[in-house]
């Protein structure tokens, strides 16, 4: 019996060392396998996501075309679809060549764009400036609107020709060129509100044409010759202007005043030698017969109480009397300026000098006109 255990004893030797040989090769082979299969999945998954980057790049860009499986260029067989574990990978990890130049598409698109439609709103565009405007508009466009009319304003009144860089302007169908080399008290008027009302210098003739002219056409013929009649209420309509007569007197404690006429376009543009434009006119239908207008405004006794209620850069019209020999009831317009406190009347005179004057002071000149005064008109810009 003792023998036999000890043959197999013997015997069971070989085997248990033939065992731990076997077991541990195919540990080995295992472990091989595994690595090998760890290490072809790693590349695979490096690519699939590399891949993934450059299709979701593309996509957004729309350049991306599916590539070819390999070995099948040529084959005419359609790419395997992708398979749906990729999906994950997409906003992983983008090639880096495309990031790197990728955001510059899509902002040279917007800057194209933009400029684009920035040229589109440009009816007129002014074609020279200067460094001294450039430097001017951009020292002033956050201040508040009235600021930057009070701003313009002086800037005219030290220097008439400030805008002479620009010539006359666009070519208008008009007796009076749009940039004009000497002002008038509506054309100083609608010069400084279109300067306030300008982001730069090349879209300041769209401005002024916008208040000079109904609907923005410009022409002889649409043009706002008469203040109460055309120019206040076209430009109020527009959304440029807003008339502010009733709110000050209201805010001053007062009732406003009106004062009616019927005005006759036709017969003053016959006074003043133009019957070929009013046969035009009258052909076309602009400006034929009669218009009856009512206009407000704060008596000359009550300006000097409802002044401290308008606004900086505020538009002055001079009411006159109805009078048959004359076709208007506002005769004159300026800028009302407060400068430490006290309020001045900023407006371009008859001998097209651009001068102020204290209100007070200059509501007691008017008192002793032959054409009687009766008040004055307030209009706001807009915008």
């Not at 651009?354 to 008109?377: C, D, H, Q």
Request: net charge positive.
């Amino acid at each position: 019996m003792a023998r036999v255990k000890a043959i197999s004893k013997e015997t069971a030797k070989p085997r248990k060392k033939r065992t731990v040989k076997a077991a541990v090769k195919s540990v080995r082979t295992v472990a091989r396998k595994a690595a090998m299969s760890a290490v072809q999945s790693a590349v695979k998954t490096a690519t699939r996501r590399e891949m993934s980057g450059q299709r979701a790049v593309a996509s957004k860009l729309r350049l991306y075309r599916a590539p070819r499986p390999a070995g099948r260029e040529m084959s005419g067989q359609r790419a395997l679809p992708r398979p749906a574990a990729q999906s994950h990978h997409l906003h992983h990890r983008y090639n880096d060549r495309w990031v790197a130049f990728a955001w510059i598409v899509p902002v040279m698109a917007i800057a194209i764009c933009g400029s684009l439609v920035m040229k589109s709103r440009v009816t007129h565009p002014v074609a020279h400036t200067s460094a001294r405007l450039v430097s001017y508009f951009e020292q002033v466009q956050s201040r508040p609107l009235g600021d930057r009319i009070a701003f313009w304003s002086e800037s005219l009144m030290k220097n008439p020709a400030l805008l002479s860089v620009m010539g006359r302007g666009p070519t208008v169908d008009d007796t009076a060129p749009v940039f004009p080399t000497a002002y008038d008290c509506t054309t100083y008027v609608e010069t400084v509100g279109a300067l306030a009302r300008s982001e730069n210098g090349e879209v300041l003739a769209d401005r002024v044409i916008a208040i000079r002219y109904h609907d923005a056409k410009p022409g002889f013929d649409t043009r706002n010759h008469f203040p109460e009649a055309d120019w206040i209420p076209n430009n109020e309509a527009a959304g440029i202007l807003k008339d502010v007569t009733v709110s000050i007197a209201r805010q001053a404690g007062f009732v406003v005043s009106f004062v009616n006429k019927d005005i006759d376009k036709i017969a003053w543009f016959k006074a003043r030698g133009m019957a070929s434009r009013v046969l035009a006119t009258e052909a076309e239908g602009k400006g034929k017969g009669t218009v009856t207008v009512r206009l407000p405004y704060v008596p000359i006794d009550r300006m000097v109480e409802a002044l401290k209620h308008v606004q900086q850069g505020s538009v002055i019209n001079i009411v006159r009397a109805s009078r048959d020999r004359y076709p208007v009831l506002i005769s004159h317009q300026g800028l009302l300026i407060w400068k430490d406190g006290v309020p001045y009347f900023r407006h371009a005179s008859r001998t097209s000098q651009i001068r102020e004057i204290p209100f007070a002071e200059y509501i007691l000149s008017l008192r002793t006109m032959p054409w009687k005064v009766l008040g004055f008109n307030v209009n706001t810009f807009e915008g």
